[in-house]
């Protein structure tokens, strides 16, 4: 009925090709078998305690039930810029360079939403995490895409970063006004060096465009490698923002809390824009949140060893099973290329026919862009003996090509 009402807007977004594997996974599951289920990063740990003890406390005072703020009460804003002052020796006005949002996928569509003209165009890397070009997309805009240069020990060849965002602007018009970046990234788990950021600040001075940078997974590092912030460039605030998210640091995906920083032109038009669109998160989450970033931070640490180990246990096994993959110093994924042997395949049959032929589900790198093709994501969110479990499926099902020989 009534086809000529039509929603140009949502016409603008892909079939989500997880959504295809996500419904085969049902599928199986509906049908007796034991998926072993590495395809969302969603944390399997639990909230730690002193966190869901203080949303308790906090959900008794009656006083915490009504709307609360939009950008954040102004306790938790506090809490963010102290964060950033210890951890990266920042400076942050939480009046007015600091926003809290309801995770941070809703920060990146309702900043998109604010900042985006019709035409506008961002440059994203590909493969990316997927709301970070949708975003803009939704909002009227257009993506101009490049190809995430990383070796095999997943680390950003910079200089060839540059040269292609250095092409990237002079093939784009209109110029691009926002490039979106994202380290450690999702999903190659890929990761740059403090210097990354001294030259994108300046090239964004030089260009005349913001930045959105994405420190999702900041924590989550191993071997010695922290997490560069762009605002510790000197003079980043005049171009950059930056987003951090409690979903994986503190296992809190489920209670949507996140936040950006810095900026104030940008960081104000996302308060104004959410000022209009919502009435703030339920205010214990907030203030449990603020207990997350000031209290105690022996669970990050406990949190990041596990996705180490089970980074070593999947390493192991994997290459026991006939399928190499190299140690990354980042998130709680891995970006496994395809066997030469299966990737003729391309990554989504290959993700379906694993799914259905060795039961386990895996993100398929095309979900994130072309350029993820060749490749599937784990998040290590299942224990060592279903990790090992899975390795046993992978090498029977392996046998089916002709894989010896390859790497
Ligand atoms: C890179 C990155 N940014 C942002 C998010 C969104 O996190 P949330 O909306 O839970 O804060 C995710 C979630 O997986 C992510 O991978």
């Known amino acids: 009925m009534f086809d000529e009402i039509q929603f140009d807007r949502i016409k603008r977004l892909p079939k989500y090709v997880f959504a295809e594997v996500n419904e085969l996974k049902m599928a199986r599951r509906r049908a007796g078998a034991d998926v072993i289920d590495f395809s969302m990063g969603n944390p399997d740990g639990d909230t730690p305690e002193h966190i869901r003890q203080k949303l308790i406390e906090s959900a008794q005072k009656t006083k915490t039930h009504g709307y609360s703020a939009s950008k954040g009460i102004p ?21 007015t360079e600091a926003v809290a949002t309801m995770g941070s996928k809703e920060g990146y569509a309702h900043l998109a939403y604010a900042i985006t003209n019709p035409g506008d165009v961002v440059v994203v890397p590909d493969p990316t995490y997927p709301i970070h070009s949708y975003a803009f997309i939704l909002a009227g ?31 784009s018009f209109p110029k691009p006004k926002y490039v979106v970046v994202n380290f450690p990234h999702n999903p190659t788990t890929a990761t740059v060096t403090p210097e990354f950021y001294t030259r994108i600040v300046e090239m964004a001075k030089r260009e005349r465009f913001y930045i959105i940078s994405d420190i999702a997974y900041g924590d989550l590092t191993f071997d010695g490698y922290k997490t560069p912030s762009i605002l510790s460039v000197p003079g980043a605030k005049d171009v950059a923002v930056e987003s951090f998210t409690l979903s994986k640091s503190y296992n809190m995906a489920g209670w949507r809390v996140g936040f950006f920083v810095g900026n104030a032109k940008l960081i104000g038009a996302l308060q ?45 096994a994997f290459n026991r099973s006939g399928w190499p993959v190299r140690r990354n110093q980042s998130s709680m994924f891995v970006w496994a290329r395809i066997p030469e042997c299966a990737r003729h395949l391309g990554s989504l049959e290959f993700s379906k026919r694993l799914l259905v032929e060795a039961n386990v589900a895996v993100a398929p790198g095309i979900g994130f862009g072309d350029y993820g093709d060749e490749y599937v994501r784990l998040a290590l969110i299942e224990n060592d003996k279903r990790i090992r479990q899975a390795a046993k499926n992978i090498k029977n099902f392996l046998q089916q090509f002709d894989c010896k020989g390859s790497e």
């Not at 257009?142 to 990237?168: C, G, H, I, S």
Request: charged share 35%; with cysteine; glycine share 4%.
């Open 75 to 95: 306790k938790l804003r506090q809490a963010i810029c102290d964060w950033y002052k210890r951890r990266y020796d920042v400076d942050l006005d939480p009046e």
């Open 272 to 316: 104004k824009i959410k000022s209009w669109l919502d009435y703030g998160m339920f205010t214990p989450i907030q203030v449990a949140a603020t207990i997350a970033l000031n209290g105690d931070q022996t669970c990050v640490q406990e949190i990041t060893d596990k996705y180490d180990h089970r980074q070593d246990v999947l390493l192991e």
């Open 141 to 171: 805009g257009n993506v101009q895409k490049m190809e995430l240069p990383f070796d095999e020990d997943y680390k950003v060849d910079e200089d060839l970063f540059f040269e292609r965002l250095e092409t990237a602007f002079h093939v």
